[in-house]
C-alpha cells in the first residue's frame, strides 16, 4: 500500500472513530458532516473521499460502536464470552459506563435512533444484537439452553435499560440505585 493509501485509510479510520463517539452522544441525526469534519481537521469536500453517503458513514461508526468494547476485551487478552456475569455487570452498570456516552454501549444511547434509523443500520443492530445475546446466553448458570437464552434476553434488556435512565436522571442519588439495583438483581439471577 502506498503512502498516500496509507494516509486515506488512517484518515477514513479518523473520520470513523469521531463519528462513531459522537454519534452515541448526540444521536443518529445529531451529528452534521460539516461539524464532523472540521472536528477531524479536514473539510467539507475530503468527506466524498471517504464515503458515498452519509448513511455509509453511518452504518461504519455503528459499526465500530459495536465492536469497541470485545476488541478492547480481546487485546487485553480475554474473550468476551469468558468475562463473568458479576464482572461483566459490574463494568457496564457502573457510574464510568454512565457517563462515558461516547465509547459507552451504543444500545444505551441509541435504541430509539436505530429503531428509526435505515435497513442497513437496523441490519447492523439485528447482527450485533444477536452476538451479544450469545455471549450473555454463555455466561448463565444454566445447561439448559432455553433457560439460559431467557436469561440472556432478560439481563441484555434489563441492564441496557438501566442504563440508559441511570443517563436520563438528573438525580445522582437516583441514577447510582438505578444502576446498583440492577447490579445486585443481575448477580441474583447469575446465581440461580
Known sequence: MGHSQQDK???????????????????????????LMKEAGLTVGGFYKHFASRDELVVE???????????????????????????????????????????????????????????RCRSLATDQMKTNLHTMQARMNTTDETEARRKAIITSCLMTGALGLARIAKDEVLASEILDTVKAFVNELGTN
Open 9 to 35: 485509510r488512517e484518515t477514513h479510520e479518523r473520520i470513523v472513530e469521531i463519528a462513531s463517539k459522537r454519534l452515541r452522544e448526540k444521536g443518529l441525526e445529531g451529528v452534521g458532516v460539516a461539524d
Open 61 to 119: 461508526a455503528m459499526q465500530a460502536a459495536f465492536s469497541a468494547w470485545a476488541a478492547k476485551v480481546r487485546s487485553e487478552g480475554r474473550a468476551p464470552e469468558d468475562i463473568p456475569l458479576q464482572e461483566y455487570a459490574a463494568t457496564y452498570l457502573s457510574g464510568e459506563h454512565r457517563d462515558d456516552t461516547a465509547g459507552g454501549c451504543p444500545f444505551a444511547a441509541l435504541a430509539a435512533d436505530i429503531a428509526r434509523a435505515g435497513e
